[in-house]
């Protein structure tokens, strides 16, 4: 064992006694404190020199993946081991532990998915939960799940780590836990508003407004610059303009999650000069860069959300609450007195929400349960989680898992304790895609039609605000603009391929500078065109992950649009005779709205991306299917009905007329089909009465005449005799025929193969 020390400048290094003492005596422990505390890097340690590690491993668990390699790094450099050895890591495809780890760091997917191995989890003793404030997904998954497991491995032990934000209701989740706050010394902050681009004058954008903000705070003095972005395009952009400007003595140095290892690394190099460091909100409270003497706050991160309103979940770049904006500024407060710029004003500031939302709040709950049934959770309705939601949404969730395919199918009536249902191999796919997952079914639909590229395109659109822009001064320009992407095929959701084509197209010649001046004066709002596009190389990269294809060649839009239809089985609509009224799933009546191509001239059959409730329900960004194609994906929904079968003495056999229904909604009607398909005994009954007994068949078996004869002896002597009761009875004649015929004889062709075979 190495020895252990802490660094005395660490607020935490001051509570070590009663930190000790605490997690001693309890299973659980909550420990809060700002970020820059100690938190992460030290609570492994005291927990070593409590004995822990040596049963099982002391599981560390991270929301980033750049967290938890710079925090086992940082560790193993303080107990001066090797990383790998008593201090290891594992992220997703990579994994840097051994025989002889104490400590490990992972990410908290990492360890989820780790629990459907190891159901008790028998290879730690106990559990770090970092940043248990963000309460992402996975935070509340992995609190509920341990919360279940901890009676059952009393020798367990759980801290739970916070940003000072509602650590009580931690505490209260885990039976009154103890909280412990280590908030070191925090020097006051400086806050100063600077909006841009509120006033229609000031052309500035953020990227100019984040120039003139370094500017002003390079004046103040001496001291690094930490800026806070929403994305790695802001980033980027920042970084290029600052770099151009060629600022005296400043190193400009990105800071996010997809950078590489030794990329990230410089941020805890030592430096002169200084630094002005572009980060995401990586930087809010999981990574504490050193130095920072200024903060420049954008006020954005981007949010995954779940529109209750839209049924969809989106990824929009969103205003932070005033916690995280509150963490930001906070950054800068750690070393001495800090100044914070933040390039909004004060009256925005105060009407954004004090706390952001947890994850579970904000994300559809199809996606949740997907997620919980491929990790193995367990039913969601019974799982104890630290805020459940509610029921009502999970039955929905439900429903639209069922819609897409995503589970197998309940074996008869089921009830809420009937435990969770099994995912189908297309629903073990679907959890990995990180959008909503309508649209996630649509991309692994394209994949079978070719048409990824497309359809990727598409959902990334649904997926982000729309980019195009109508200001209410310039409607008539705007639309002009637009509607060069409409296109002869009425379909809205080619007009975002065209537009993407369009805006690559325009990108591969023109600079920067150029292509957003292009995007404004085409009614486009630059920040989501990117936004865009950064969600689509992010999905095609995650996608490609499981298998899925881009096409190289240009997709047939019924192939687009048949993928499309995939993820939009209730959003089906059939047009009310010649009303724009059309009628939806489950006897919804929608509109469609105004903007789209299908709302001039409606198709007979469509679907619409989003089924908004306005005052009536209005369907948005449509397009014209052809109803048959649902029958093949809504397989698992449809319904069929068939009319009175018919005998052909033209065919030899029994037709009767299908009519196939997708929830309520006719999507084939009047379809002739052979009645052996569906009721192959009906129609073996019919070919034996109509063309054995009553002879309606241009047969040339000799039988045939033989037995036509046979019978029309027996009537002429019956009728001689007159006794009628020799008549010969037709349900002897059948029952002559059923008792030679096989089962499998439906028809003439049929019969005249077996017949052919007996003689
Ligand atoms: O978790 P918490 O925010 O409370 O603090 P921490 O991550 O344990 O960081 C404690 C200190 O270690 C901070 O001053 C960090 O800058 C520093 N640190 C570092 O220099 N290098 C690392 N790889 C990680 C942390
Ligand atoms: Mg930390």
């Not at 770049?317 to 906070?330: D, K, M, P, T, Y």
């Not at 005994?681 to 054995?692: I, K, S």
């Amino acid at each position: 064992m190495p020895e252990i020390t802490y660094p005395a400048d660490l607020p935490i290094a001051e509570h070590r006694e009663s930190l000790l003492a605490t997690i001693g005596a309890h299973q659980v422990v909550i420990v809060a404190g700002e970020t820059g505390s100690g938190k992460s890097t030290q609570l492994p340690k005291l927990c070593l020199e409590l004995g822990r590690g040596v049963e099982g491993m002391i599981g560390h668990t991270q929301p980033r993946r750049v967290a938890a390699r710079t925090v086992a790094e940082r560790i193993a450099a303080e107990l001066h081991c090797e990383l790998g050895t008593a201090v290891g890591y594992a992220v997703r495809f990579t994994d840097r532990v051994s025989d002889q780890t104490l400590v490990k760091v992972m990410t908290d997917g990492l360890l989820l998915a780790e629990i459907q191995r190891d159901r008790r989890l028998l290879r730690y003793d106990t559990f770090i939960v970092d940043e248990a404030h963000e309460r992402s997904l996975n935070i509340d998954f992995l609190l509920g799940y341990l919360t279940h497991l901890l009676p059952q491995r009393p020798d367990l032990k759980l801290i739970v780590t916070s940003a000072t934000i509602d650590t009580e209701q931690f505490s209260r989740h885990f039976d009154h836990a103890p909280i412990i706050t280590v908030s070191g010394r925090a020097h006051p902050v400086e806050l100063r508003y600077r909006p841009f681009g509120v006033d229609p004058e000031d052309e500035r954008d953020q990227v100019a407004a984040i120039a003139e903000a370094v500017a002003e705070l390079s004046r103040e003095g001496p001291g690094d610059i930490l800026v806070f972005l929403s994305g790695e395009r802001e980033i980027h952009d920042a970084a290029d303009m600052l770099r151009k400007a060629e600022l005296h003595e400043t190193e400009i140095l990105p800071l996010y999650a997809r950078m590489s290892a030794v990329e990230q690394h410089r941020v805890f190099e030592p430096h002169v000069g200084r630094r002005v460091i572009l980060a995401t909100n990586v930087a809010e409270t999981s990574i504490t860069v050193p130095g920072v003497r200024y903060v420049i706050d954008a006020g954005t991160a981007r949010i995954s959300r779940y529109s209750r309103r839209l049924k969809v979940q989106r990824l929009p770049i969103e205003a932070v609450s005033q916690a995280s904006a509150n963490q930001r500024a906070g950054r800068c407060g750690r070393l001495a007195p800090g100044v914070a710029i933040r390039l909004y004003s004060d009256e925005d500031f105060s009407q954004r929400p004090a706390f952001t939302e947890p994850e579970i709040l904000r994300t559809s709950l199809a996606s949740v349960i997907l997620q919980m049934s491929a990790l193995g959770l367990g039913d969601i309705a019974s799982f104890p989680f630290v805020e459940p939601p509610d029921p009502r949404s999970i039955a929905d969730g439900i429903n639209l898992l069922d819609e897409l395919g995503a589970f197998e199918p309940a074996a008869g009536e089921r009830d809420v304790n009937d435990g969770p249902r099994r995912l189908t191999p297309l629903g073990r796919r679907l959890a990995q895609l990180p959008v909503d997952p309508r649209f996630g079914r649509m991309v692994l639909e394209s994949d079978r039609l070719g048409c990824t590229r497309e359809v990727m395109v598409i959902a990334a659109a649904l997926s982000i605000q729309d980019p195009r822009e109508r200001p209410a001064t310039r409607l008539d320009a705007a639309t002009q603009a637009h509607q060069r992407f409409a296109g002869e095929d009425g379909s809205d959701f080619m007009a975002f391929v065209r537009l993407w084509d369009h805006l690559r197209t325009q990108q591969r010649t023109l600079s920067g500078n150029q292509f957003r001046r292009l995007c404004r004066d085409e009614f486009l709002n630059y920040v989501r065109v990117r936004e865009w596009q950064d969600l689509y190389s992010q999905l095609r990269q995650i996608a490609g992950g499981i298998g899925v294809r881009l096409n190289s060649e240009p997709a047939h839009p019924d192939h687009v649009h048949q993928a499309l239809l995939a993820g939009l089985l209730s959003h089906l609509g059939m047009r009310e005779g010649e009303t724009k009224e059309f009628r939806g799933a489950r006897g919804a009546k929608f509109m469609i709205g105004r903007g789209s191509a299908q709302a001039k001239r409606p198709a007979q059959w469509v679907i619409a991306a989003e089924l908004v409730e306005t005052n009536r329900l209005c369907g948005r960004v449509a397009a014209r299917v052809q109803p048959e194609w649902a029958e093949r994906l809504g397989r698992h929904l449809v319904k069929y009905q068939h009319g009175e079968p018919e005998w052909s003495a033209e065919r030899g056999s029994s037709t009767v007329l299908e009519r196939v229904t997708l929830y309520g909604l006719p999507i084939v009607t009047n379809r002739r089909i052979q009645l052996s398909r569906v009721d192959p005994a009906l129609a073996r009954e019919m070919f034996v009465r109509h063309a054995l007994v009553e002879g309606d068949w241009a047969a040339d078996h000799a039988f045939v005449d033989h037995n036509r004869h046979l019978l029309d002896d027996v009537r002429a002597l019956a009728e001689r005799a007159r006794r009628p009761d020799l008549e010969p009875d037709p349900e002897l004649v059948i029952a002559f025929y059923d008792g030679r015929v096989p089962a499998d004889i439906t028809s003439t062709r049929h019969f005249d193969r077996w017949w052919r075979q007996q003689q």
